[in-house]
């Protein structure tokens, strides 16, 4: 397994020729040049991913990271903190929307704890506890830096064991009840907007709710002094242990050569705390869907990613990305599977 370091000195930028090369592929098969979109963006990516001008989507890996956060404490939330072992045991047997659209997708789940509160153990669970749940934000950092950099660095290692596996597309999902309050503020950090722009109802708060949520995020800012540039800070300061590891999960990908879908609103906050550890990541992300979470299309628009999907969504746990599967495998399908204007007989021009 490499660490955080190693792993940003491995990342480097997609591989221009392959692009090329499969832009060439792409504007031979039997349809009007760029007439497949997006589909024909991703396919060059992977390209330059992989390396590979035909690449494929052979086995495909949902790493579900979880945790509790101290702010939950403050009111945040619609839910209790308890739900997030509920919900984590639900995964485990199979019984969440992540797995339904997983199953769908011919996905696999791998669940991870990295900082749920209790001491939840089964079998199926990968447990990689760091602490029991985050500190409060509204009062001092979430955790320490030290922590923050274990907590990356074991979703560094989930992503090296998946792709070790013969995965050829991960993405990072999530529980944590409260978790998009940490969310919002490491966005709020990266972007010059009033909070109330960027901040949404998460799990489904009444008004009187998000105004707290709103101050609490103001208050755990005005504590803690994040630092946008530095994306281990943002995290130790304002973030997730599961969060963190998300962005584990991203950076690893990267370094191994492997595209990583980013989904909802808690993906995007650790996608951008990826981009400030190491800017070249991005390049090996893709946007599965547009989040009815308002900050959602503001952190996208940050890290340079248009989603595919806009589905009304804001579920969380990699839903949307697991859906979003299916398109990215499509892309590399119609790639690899159509034939030529030569091949078929059909006049190019």
């Known amino acids: 397994m490499l660490s955080l370091k190693e792993t940003i000195d491995q990342i480097q930028p997609l591989n221009k020729e392959a692009m090329d090369l499969c832009q060439k592929k792409l504007d031979n098969l039997t349809k009007p040049p760029g007439s497949l979109g997006v589909l024909e963006d991703i396919a060059i990516q992977l390209a330059g991913i992989t390396g590979n001008t035909s690449p ?37 047997n199979g019984g969440a929307a992540i797995n339904v659209f997983c199953r769908h997708a011919e996905a696999k789940v791998v669940v991870v704890d990295v900082g749920i509160v209790g001491d939840f153990t089964h ?24 922590e923050a950099i274990k ?3 074991i979703g560094i290692e989930m992503a090296y064991n998946e792709v070790q596996q013969g995965a050829s597309l991960l993405a990072a999902g999530e529980m944590g009840i409260g978790n998009t309050t940490p969310s919002s503020a490491i966005l709020a950090a990266c972007i010059d907007l009033p909070l109330e722009q960027i901040v949404g109802r998460g799990s489904g708060i009444q008004d009187e709710a998000l105004t707290n949520k709103v101050r609490v995020i103001q208050q755990a800012l005005d ?67 547009a989040s009815m979470e308002p900050g959602h299309q503001h952190a996208l628009r940050l890290l340079g990613l248009t989603p595919m999907l806009h589905m009304n969504m804001r579920l969380g746990e990699g839903t949307g990305a697991a859906l979003a599967f299916h398109l990215v495998e499509a892309s590399t399908r119609a790639l690899g599977e159509m034939s030529t204007f030569a091949d078929a007989g059909v006049t190019s021009s």
């Open 151 to 153: 907590a990356i660095e």
């Open 56 to 92: 494929s989507v052979n086995k495909k890996t949902m790493l579900v990271m979880a945790g509790d956060h101290g702010v939950v404490a403050e009111g945040v939330s619609a839910f209790p903190q308890e739900v997030t072992p509920q919900m984590v045991l639900n995964f485990i």
């Open 123 to 146: 079998p199926d669970l990968i447990q990689k506890k760091i602490k029991q749940g985050t500190n409060n934000i509204a009062t001092g950092p979430a955790m320490s830096y030290d």
């Open 223 to 289: 504590i803690n002094q994040p630092d946008a540039s530095d994306g281990v800070d943002l995290l130790a300061k304002v973030g997730g242990l599961e969060i963190a590891a998300m962005t584990g999960v991203m950076l690893g990908a990267a370094a191994h050569r492997v595209p990583v879908m980013v989904d909802g609103f808690i993906a995007s906050a650790a996608a951008l705390a990826a981009s400030r550890i190491c800017p070249d990541v991005t390049q090996y992300m893709i946007a599965s869907h």
